[in-house]
């Protein structure tokens, strides 16, 4: 595997984000002994994948690929999960996984696709009215695109400036604008925002298919039945995926997926086990957490627009932020990428988005929905806190994050579940090779390059 990268990231970015440069780190903050940390380790090796628990239900919900976007998301929200398989509807009979799926569909790609849209607009606002914009660049398709400067996956899917033109140009003001990001797009737009990007064409009828590989955060890599749970949980914690799909030798079929959530709620199942009770009463200092620290958090304050904390997260891919206020930064709420569905599937809640705050977003959250406790009292947890502390409140709250607090309520770290799962295992030589093959390395490696 390639050495971590040295060169200085892009501010507000992570410096850990390379999958060795991340783990090595967690290592050398550790404080545990070598001799538990191999115990650990070695005894996740001895566990088959095949007995960790299945889903709910006992069947994994799979997303169609000709699924609309908004079908899909009510889909995710119906089923209380975050993320789902694409599965190919013209793979047929086919006994190879990789014609079968197309990828994995979770609200972080969804936030990607919505967020470019909303950049499109604001570029077709740019134009001396909406109506030459669509019309300019008429047949020119993709090449309208790019003279606005819209290019990437959108330009890709065929959501051109020439689309977003003709869509807006049944009312939506016409004037000369300076919107250039996707929360200024929703500022010119206004009431307008839904009609732009879901209720006119070509975005109302856009499938799954069309998003799925261009706005993803992370690889489809399944793992068979027969590996062990130390493969999973490496591809959950260094290499960064939030799912891995179990398939059995010789079927296609997805048997099982394992989330970060379930396997922490998993480990929490452990209590009063030799092993989990070795590491879990130790202080989450001495584990070296929180391994996201105060200089390091990215938060949003409560007056900024909803749609510019969602961008933040799009920016930095992370998967929610802490709502502060105040010169002190006191936290007061929490956002995650999940609650995009509310803006998507609540529509008549949330149409001003010329004054629409994140404060506004969450006080409607917590009058219309069951997740007040999760938005307005955010999930936090003091210095001195054992990791078991942590593992029951993330397992028992249904939350991905935890975050970390000092005397004045500001945040000074934050714990997700991706580094919980790290705390508890480390990466023997060659390891990913050696069970899995080159191709497994291939993938990951293709994907932190194309990052």
């Not at 200085?8 to 903050?29: L, N, P, T």
């Not at 250039?180 to 009828?205: M, R």
Request: charged share 20%; net charge neutral; proline share 5%.
């Amino acid at each position: 595997m390639a050495a971590p990268k040295t060169e200085e990231k892009g501010k507000g970015k992570s410096d850990v984000s390379d999958y060795d440069a991340y783990f090595d780190m967690i290592q050398s903050r550790k404080t545990l002994s070598s001799s538990l940390q191999e115990k650990l380790t070695a005894a996740f090796t001895k566990i088959p994948v095949s007995t960790f628990p299945q889903v709910r239900r006992g069947k994994v919900i799979e997303i169609l690929a000709d699924t609309s976007i908004g079908d899909a998301v009510k889909i995710l929200s119906e089923s209380n999960i975050v993320s789902a398989p694409v599965r190919n509807p013209d793979a047929g009979d086919s006994m190879d996984w990789k014609e079968r799926y197309l990828g994995i569909l979770d609200y972080s790609t969804i936030v990607l696709w919505v967020l470019e849209t909303a950049d499109l607009a604001a570029a077709a606002l740019t134009a001396t009215s909406a109506a030459a914009a669509g019309v300019g660049a008429g047949a020119a398709g993709t090449l309208g695109a790019i003279a606005l400067g819209a290019t990437g996956p959108v330009a890709a899917t065929g959501l051109t400036v020439a689309a977003i033109g003709a869509a807006v140009a049944g009312g939506v003001a016409a004037e000369k604008g300076m919107g250039k990001d996707a929360p200024t797009a929703a500022d010119e737009l206004g009431e307008d925002f839904y009609k732009v990007i879901l209720q006119e064409e070509p975005f109302k009828s856009t499938q799954v298919k069309a998003i799925v590989k261009s706005y993803r955060w992370a690889p489809f890599i399944p793992v068979s039945t027969e590996s062990t749970m130390l493969s999973v949980l490496l591809l959950l914690s260094k290499y960064r995926l939030r799912n891995v799909p179990i398939i059995e030798p010789g079927n296609p079929l997805i048997k099982n997926f394992i989330t970060q959530s379930a396997v922490v709620q998993g480990l929490e199942q452990c209590k009063g086990r030799d092993w989990f009770d070795s590491i879990s009463m130790h202080p989450i200092t001495e584990l070296g957490l929180p391994f996201v620290a105060k200089d390091k958090v990215i938060s949003s304050d409560s007056n900024e627009l909803i749609l510019e904390a969602f961008k933040k997260m799009k920016d930095n891919q992370i998967g929610g932020l802490p709502v502060v206020e105040g010169p002190t930064k006191k936290i007061v709420g929490n956002v995650s990428i999940k609650d995009i569905r509310f803006l998507l599937l609540k529509q008549k809640l949330f149409t001003n988005f010329r004054r629409l705050t994140t404060r506004d977003f969450m006080n409607t959250i917590a009058a219309t929905s069951e997740e007040t406790m999760k938005v307005i009292s955010p999930i936090t947890c003091k210095l001195n806190a054992t990791l078991g502390d942590v593992i029951s409140t993330l397992s028992s709250k249904s939350v991905h994050r935890i975050y970390v607090v000092g005397d004045g309520i500001e945040v000074i770290g934050i714990i997700t579940l991706r580094d919980v799962i790290s705390c508890f295992i480390t990466e023997p030589p060659n390891y990913m090779t050696e069970f899995h093959g080159p191709g497994i390395q291939e993938m990951l490696n293709k994907e932190k390059n194309r990052k």
